[in-house]
């Protein structure tokens, strides 16, 4: 009995977890799916009628704008945190004096929560609390920076709080990734006279790939399911100009008691994060397969 048990116990250690992550995820994911070809409302339904919810949330103009902002806000998100951690973790790989400064400014926002952040830069970008009234204070009285209440611009305070909150863990790490390149190639290419910048672009960087793409995933899934950043900035606002498909979904199950649509956006939002996630798990197997 005690040889069985000893044989056995790692797996019944990790059994609770299993069926936890059976039930609570992947058995809500599927009961998600099945409540999107319903006709639920403000309580489910389990009657099947087809492919009703994903037409009304094709034909809705909120979710056009929702989804058009994720394509927006993702993009400048991934593409600015991405640029300006590389160029940051490219400055501090020079050891310069001031790293020590820079790497804690830059990661210090890591340390905040999303609901933070949106707090903090909601103040900031108040016309009549931050930057603008601290102009017009210096004596500007023609300034004007009121993207957080322009429907049209208010989307680009998202990034701009995202990017803050995002560039320092990627400064981090590249950063990583720059110091655990041989150091033996980079004296060798100095040794033969290649320019600095060649070396960055021609050995250090295209070495990094792997890292590149992490990034890239990680920053990707922060995109797709921001939700409390856009809260706690804009409210979705004004109107549902700043929308994403999170807030989206959360508006149809809880403000407007359409669980059925919630649940046909949250299959939407899996598409796009299954459409990320797998090609990328795909290279990793190929890559340890080979």
Same mark, same amino acid.
């Given at each position: 009995?005690?040889?069985? =048990?000893?044989?056995?116990?790692?797996?019944?250690?990790?059994?609770?977890? =299993?069926? $936890?992550? #059976?039930?609570?995820?992947?058995?809500? +994911? *599927?009961?998600?799916?099945?409540?999107?070809?319903?006709?639920?409302?403000?309580?489910?339904?389990?009657?099947?009628?087809?492919?009703? !919810?994903?037409?009304?949330?094709?034909?809705?103009?909120?979710?056009?704008?929702?989804?058009?902002?994720?394509?927006?806000?993702?993009?400048?998100?991934?593409?600015?945190?991405?640029?300006?951690?590389?160029?940051?973790? +490219?400055?501090?790989?020079?050891?310069?004096?001031?790293?020590?400064?820079?790497?804690?400014?830059?990661?210090?926002?890591?340390?905040?929560?999303? #609901?933070?952040?949106?707090?903090?830069?909601?103040?900031?970008?108040?016309?009549?609390? *931050?930057?603008?009234?601290?102009?017009? *204070?210096?004596?500007?009285?023609? =300034?004007?920076?009121?993207?957080?209440?322009?429907?049209?611009?208010?989307?680009?305070?998202?990034?701009?709080?995202?990017?803050?909150?995002?560039?320092?863990?990627?400064?981090?790490? =590249?950063?990583?990734?720059?110091?655990?390149?041989? !150091?033996?190639?980079?004296? $060798?290419? !100095?040794?033969? *006279?290649?320019?600095?910048?060649?070396?960055?672009?021609?050995?250090?960087?295209?070495?990094?790939?792997?890292?590149?793409?992490?990034?890239?995933?990680?920053?990707?899934?922060?995109? #797709?399911?921001?939700?409390?950043?856009? #809260?706690?900035?804009?409210?979705?606002?004004?109107?549902? $100009?700043?929308?994403?498909?999170?807030?989206?979904?959360?508006?149809?199950?809880?403000?407007?008691?359409?669980?059925?649509?919630?649940?046909?956006?949250?299959?939407?939002?899996? $598409?796009?994060?299954?459409?990320?996630?797998?090609?990328?798990?795909?290279?990793?197997?190929?890559?340890?397969?080979?």
């Amino acid at each position: 009995m005690s040889e069985w =048990f000893e044989k056995h116990l790692p797996k019944l250690v990790l059994a609770p977890s =299993f069926v $936890a992550i #059976i039930i609570f995820v992947y058995g809500f +994911i *599927g009961w998600t799916a099945w409540v999107s070809f319903t006709k639920s409302k403000l309580l489910p339904k389990y009657d099947i009628v087809g492919m009703i !919810q994903y037409e009304r949330l094709f034909e809705s103009p909120r979710w056009d704008v929702a989804f058009s902002n994720l394509f927006i806000f993702g993009f400048l998100f991934i593409f600015i945190s991405m640029l300006l951690g590389l160029l940051l973790a +490219i400055l501090l790989d020079q050891k310069i004096r001031a790293e020590g400064v820079i790497r804690t400014i830059y990661l210090y926002p890591m340390a905040l929560s999303l #609901i933070v952040t949106g707090t903090a830069w909601k103040w900031i970008l108040n016309p009549g609390l *931050g930057i603008e009234a601290m102009v017009k *204070g210096w004596g500007w009285e023609s =300034f004007s920076f009121n993207w957080l209440v322009d429907p049209k611009m208010a989307i680009y305070t998202v990034v701009l709080a995202g990017v803050w909150q995002a560039s320092g863990f990627v400064m981090a790490l =590249f950063l990583a990734g720059l110091r655990s390149v041989d !150091q033996e190639i980079i004296k $060798a290419a !100095q040794v033969d *006279g290649i320019p600095t910048w060649r070396i960055y672009s021609s050995i250090i960087l295209p070495s990094m790939a792997a890292i590149f793409l992490s990034a890239f995933i990680v920053l990707a899934h922060l995109a #797709i399911k921001s939700f409390d950043l856009v #809260i706690a900035l804009t409210g979705g606002g004004p109107g549902y $100009a700043t929308d994403l498909p999170a807030t989206y979904m959360y508006t149809m199950a809880f403000s407007r008691g359409n669980i059925g649509q919630a649940a046909s956006s949250a299959m939407v939002m899996m $598409a796009v994060v299954f459409a990320i996630v797998v090609p990328y798990l795909y290279s990793e197997l190929r890559a340890k397969n080979d």
